[in-house]
């Protein structure tokens, strides 16, 4: 049982600043990589950051520069600081596991991921 909980979503104005966060529990592969994807109404999956064991990390061209993603392995905790937000960065915001034995659903970079939570709404106003 794989157990993905994202929070700390909402409503802002551009160039706010939001924090999300995500509880990992159960069978989840923890010396993988994990990752946020996004996806908003009418468009494509777009994986947005990932970060490996070892700290390195990844992010897509669109958030370079204004978000952060990192993890807290004492809390089994994965965040996303998103900064300078852009009306184009709505979406529902997705943190996304690896399970053993499981094949990749999505990827994040060159993160193969296949478990996600119920997604947390971000909303940027103009």
């Known amino acids: 049982q794989v157990r993905l909980v994202e929070s700390g979503g909402g409503s802002v104005q551009a160039g706010g600043a939001l924090r999300l966060s995500c509880v990992a529990s159960?069978?989840?592969?923890?010396?993988?990589?994990m990752g946020w994807f996004r996806q908003a109404p009418g468009k494509e999956r777009e994986g947005v950051a990932n970060i490996y064991p070892s700290g390195s990390t990844y992010y897509a061209d669109s958030v370079k520069g204004r978000f952060t993603i990192s993890q807290d392995k004492t809390k089994n905790t994965l965040y996303l600081q998103m900064n300078s937000l852009k009306p184009e960065d709505s979406a529902i915001y997705y943190c996304a596991a690896h399970r053993q034995g499981y094949s990749a659903r999505v990827w994040i970079g060159s993160c193969p991921l296949d478990a996600w939570g119920q997604g947390t709404p971000v909303t940027v106003s103009s």
């Open positions: 159960g069978y989840i592969n923890r010396s993988y990589c």
